[in-house]
């Protein structure tokens, strides 16, 4: 299994940005595909994007194009979110994923972190 571990929460205003990290371990951790994740109160888990360790085929929802990149830094094992244009409905808690192929579902990644909360206010 891959341990994974987010950082990089917190509260922003409307139009702002945060980056968010998530720290990969394990082995053949470079074989994952890696993903992102979020999930706001009464809501499901939504898809925001994924991407291999090398970040060399992003991947995104539609409700994030533009706004936000997905990064991988091979050398460090990390796979990062950059989130500009923050907007109140981007307000949930997002969970880092790995799994076995490029996919949008949730229920087919098997590894998860503990989740970071995202908090935008207008």
């Known amino acids: 299994q891959v341990q994974l571990v987010e950082s990089g929460g917190g509260l922003v205003q409307a139009g702002g940005s945060l980056r968010l990290s998530c720290a990969a371990s394990?082995?053949?951790?470079?074989?994952?595909?890696l993903a992102w994740f979020r999930q706001a109160p009464g809501k499901e888990r939504e898809f925001v994007g994924y991407t291999d360790l090398a970040g060399t085929n992003p991947y995104y929802a539609d409700s994030v194009k533009g706004r936000f990149t997905i990064s991988g830094d091979n050398a460090k094992n990390m796979v990062y979110v950059q989130m500009n244009s923050l907007k109140p409905e981007d307000t949930a808690v997002y969970y880092c994923a790995a799994g076995g192929r490029m996919t949008a579902d949730a229920a087919d990644y098997g590894n998860w972190g503990q989740g970071t909360q995202v908090t935008v206010s207008s």
């Open positions: 394990g082995p053949d951790v470079s074989r994952y595909v």
